[in-house]
């Protein structure tokens, strides 16, 4: 099999770009295991070489994107750096004007490669465009896209430019996300200048890089709040760390800080402390925590603490008021007007869960209790809703057989006369501990139900009690449930979850182009291509896959390997872990009728 590449840039561009997409795949699940993150790259031709492409787009064929719509890159990135009112600033010293100066042309080019993907995408996915670094005789962005709809779950603030004096600003970041896909830019583009970028195997720490991130967000936010504060903006993300990971006379530290200029507008001081004391200093700022009772906060400007406030959010436009609550032991949260813009837990940032998913819980419900109406899954949305806007964490759990459930429960429940629920009643039943036992057609027979089941694999102790019980149970119960479980630090989970729909002859029409690939003498670039895009499709539906299904594909896939190595081939690829029928897969649930 041939490994030419025709907009060749350098010679481990594929093991560059696959590398990178692992690591993009691995930092940007942990924020959202729905985001799919994709990589390409884009390469402009700087310098005069006939033999040269103008652009490349790596990969080079069959993508949604060819290397020929970036080769007007460098006429269009002209204009835009004409129209950048910094194009117009002069700088005395020629070496700091001539920095100046390249710094405007590469971030020209980023905005041009930028403006042409945006002009020939969908509107299902964000593109983010790096700075572009040389790399032989082309300058080379990293292109990462996100999904649209699941970004947009998440809240941001407005502005990503936040006022140094009255005639400049600095860039800072919207959202975790957005400080995530800075930082993973930054760190795949600085690895362009290393010598053959690609070919040594290097890989970036994701709980590294999202904790580095999370702190970049705070220290804008704190930017934002206080822009003379340097001490305090660089310092703020470990100190909140400290302070919630810090004991008071035995007790768990609860309470919030307003996080703003020392005389802002929003705040009214009701103690004031004659001596500001230092943020830094975490035994002192515990102990204040204590006194931030009900509707009292510390006020703090990231460096200093003034004393004791009340305060309210006047615009949701004006980005420089923040509350930092403290929610438990080692666990954090910052907040804009009502939206919770990150948490921290023992030190790794994390995306509280959006609000569920309405349409997805309607659809699901009709796969696992087969006679359910459209009535009685509308009063299973609503009891949802309700749940969810309780303080306290909470469990609903839908059972075919709640009645006989309740009975076996019995001794480890509060049994009650039938009841058709609504959200005003569940509001009332939720207080104490235990599950709300219901049918399909929201009738309660028991509250503060303990459930049982036995432990299984998938248990997680990270996610608390509540969680791994009713993962035990659903898991042990051999009838259709659902079990819905509200955190008390927001956020639902659904037990089970379930995947979509899949049409089986999607599965067998791609068993055929993979037999088709395996039966050929040798594998052609065409080919190679085929079978690697239909090798990422199984790969992302192994949970889908019958015996059958896996076996076929092993045996194939076997055979496709073998021919690569017979021939040599040192063309870059990724080599798949065999197929296993996932014994939790159900036909009825995930297969849709044909």
Request: aromatic share 10%; with cysteine.
């Amino acid at each position: 099999m041939s490994n030419v590449i025709d907009h060749f840039m350098w010679s481990y561009q594929q093991h560059f770009r696959i590398g990178k997409q692992g690591d993009a795949k691995s930092i940007f699940e942990m924020l959202d295991d729905r985001i799919d993150p994709e990589l390409f790259l884009v390469g402009i031709l700087v310098e005069v070489n006939k033999q040269k492409y103008p652009a490349c787009v790596e990969p080079e064929n069959e993508f949604w994107i060819q290397s020929e719509a970036f080769n007007s890159t460098l006429k269009n990135a002209r204009k835009i750096k004409q129209a950048y009112p910094e194009n117009s600033h002069f700088h005395s010293h020629p070496i700091a004007h001539e920095k100046h100066d390249k710094a405007l042309f590469l971030r020209s080019v980023r905005d041009a490669i930028k403006k042409i993907i945006d002009e020939k995408s969908t509107n299902k996915k964000y593109y983010y465009v790096s700075v572009p670094t040389k790399v032989d005789c082309y300058l080379v962005s990293i292109v990462l896209s996100l999904s649209k709809a699941i970004v947009d779950l998440y809240p941001a603030l407005n502005s990503s430019q936040a006022p140094i004096h009255e005639f400049l600003s600095a860039d800072v970041t919207t959202s975790l996300i957005d400080a995530t896909i800075d930082n993973y830019l930054e760190k795949a583009s600085n690895e362009l200048n290393s010598p053959n970028p690609g070919e040594e195997y290097s890989r970036l720490n994701a709980e590294e890089v999202v904790r580095e991130s999370g702190q970049k967000f705070v220290t804008d936010m704190a930017f934002r709040a206080s822009n003379t504060c340097v001490g305090g903006w660089h310092g703020l993300f470990d100190a909140c760390n400290r302070i919630a990971s810090t004991f008071y006379e035995k007790s768990v530290g609860k309470g919030s800080f307003v996080l703003t200029a020392k005389s802002h507008h929003s705040i009214q001081t009701i103690i004031e402390f004659t001596t500001p004391a230092d943020l830094g200093d975490t035994r002192g700022a515990r102990k204040f925590l204590e006194l931030a009772l009900q509707d009292l906060a510390i006020h703090t400007d990231s460096e200093k603490i003034y004393g004791l406030v009340k305060f309210k959010f006047d615009d949701e436009n004006e980005e420089k008021v923040f509350l930092i609550n403290i929610l438990d032991h080692h666990h954090w949260e910052i907040r804009h007007f009502n939206k919770v813009l990150m948490r921290v837990k023992y030190g790794l940032p994390y995306l509280p869960k959006p609000t569920f998913n309405e349409d997805k819980l309607r659809d699901d419900l009709p796969r696992l209790f087969k006679d359910i109406t459209e009535k009685q899954s509308d009063r299973i949305v609503d009891l949802v809703k309700g749940a969810e806007k309780e303080e306290h964490g909470t469990m609903l759990v839908i059972s075919k057989r709640a009645n006989t459930e309740a009975k076996r429960l019995g001794k480890q429940a509060t049994l009650i006369k039938p009841k058709i629920l609504t959200t005003k009643i569940l509001s009332s039943l939720t207080s104490i501990d235990g599950a709300v036992l219901i049918n399909p057609r929201g009738t309660c027979y028991a509250i503060g139900v303990i459930l049982d089941g036995m432990a299984n694999e998938d248990g997680d102790p990270s996610r608390g009690s509540r969680y791994n019980s009713a993962l035990r149970y659903v898991k042990t119960l051999k009838d259709p449930c659902l079990a819905i479980v509200i955190s008390e630090d927001g956020g639902i989970d659904f037990i089970p979850d379930l995947k979509p729909t899949l049409r089986e002859s999607d599965i067998r029409k791609r068993i055929n182009l993979l037999e088709n690939v395996a039966k050929q003498d040798s594998i052609s670039q065409k080919e190679y291509r085929d079978y690697t895009k239909t090798m990422d499709w199984f790969d992302k539906h192994r949970f889908y896959l019958l015996e059958e299904h896996c076996e076929k594909i092993n045996q194939f896939m076997g055979n496709v390997e073998l021919k690569f190595e017979f021939e040599g081939s040192v063309r870059p690829r990724i080599i798949y872990q065999s197929f296993v029928h996932n014994p939790e897969f159900d036909e009825d649930l995930f297969y849709i009728d044909e």
